[in-house]
């Protein structure tokens, strides 16, 4: 069965209400996610921003903290709180979670990134932090974070940023359909898999 | 009872499928809109932007035409098509509804301007099509226009985008309930009409 895909940058808060709810959406219609980690950061650079546009705009800043503070409530979601820096640098994280089989381990492991980043306000870029995630679920921790530095990773990395960006996508989360249409944001989560479950 | 507020930017794409259906996803919920057309054009020049983000990402703005294709079509709205030049000039399409009454008067031509936009692919900024979609409503077009031109008229729209900025608002369409919760979005639209119920 074609499988959904869920692009997602683990510094993107709009990617955490998705990444909790993508998985039950798409089970409710019969379809299957695809966990697709990537950054944002390199597209952004190229639109010469240095840093998030929620940092670059003040105003869509302070609104995009609300809005999740509501979209939190509605999902019975601890309360969304904000990272220091913001956004978080989720190299790391995204290099692990390529070193991990799509979908359940990826999947359970990116959950736990953003709710240790988002609820509990961990620095997701630190090893230490990565490693106990990875324990927490049975995983050995140590051997992943090693594989997780070598080159071919990395590469498996810069490919997917490569990917994405020839889909079109250009944030956060993005799903994309086995016939290649892009939805973007998290509240059109439900359209994609309306969209996926037509195919 | 308090309204729900719309503000609206006559060249904001999103804003059409909005101004289409707001009336209706309002009175389901026994709620009335207050029409407030505003200007993008000096909120994105105070970050820097001498056009729409739709044209400085190209990849966003793609997407934004294809997204709004899926959008009219599953309102059973006639196909969005891009105005030449885009945005188009919304300057003087916006003095004209401010000297309309809020709310029917105002709503009626408002959906008209956009439907001559996206779909007919009128230069909203020529005298002539505004005219033409006033007459057709009944409403003495010259006399409209010519009031419109006013300095009175020229200083509520510029209080317009002043009050918008105010309330924190950096794009279009936005909706702001009667309690100061600011929704951005056509997809939006029914959890701010739920917010308003509510009240």
Redesign the interface.
């Known amino acids: 069965m074609p499988a959904l895909h869920f692009w997602y940058d683990f510094a993107s808060t709009y990617s955490y209400p998705a990444a909790m709810r993508i998985e039950e959406a798409a089970a409710r219609q019969g379809i299957a996610v695809s966990w697709q980690p990537f950054l944002l950061g390199p597209i952004f650079e190229a639109?010469g921003w240095n840093t998030s546009p929620f940092n670059?705009?003040p105003?869509?800043g302070?609104?995009m903290w609300?809005?999740l503070e509501?979209i939190c409530a509605a999902m019975d979601l601890p309360p969304m709180r904000k990272p220091n820096p913001f956004p978080q640098n989720s190299l790391k994280a995204a290099r692990v979670a390529l070193c991990l089989e799509d979908r359940e381990p990826r999947k359970r492991f990116s959950q736990a990134v953003y709710h240790a980043q988002f609820a509990w306000l961990l620095p997701i870029d630190e090893d230490e932090v990565l490693a106990a995630i990875l324990d927490c679920q049975g995983l050995r921790a140590e051997e992943i974070l090693a594989k997780s530095a070598e080159p071919e990773v990395k590469q498996a990395l810069r490919s997917q940023v490569a990917k994405a960006?020839q889909l079109?996508?250009?944030?956060a989360p993005s799903f994309v359909t086995s016939d290649g249409?892009?939805?973007?944001?998290n509240?059109?989560l439900d359209?994609a898999v309306r969209w996926q479950a037509r195919l």
Chains 1, 2 share one sequence.
């Open positions: 639109l670059l705009q105003e869509k302070r609104y609300r809005d509501r960006r079109g996508i250009f944030g249409e892009v939805f973007w944001g509240d059109r359209d």
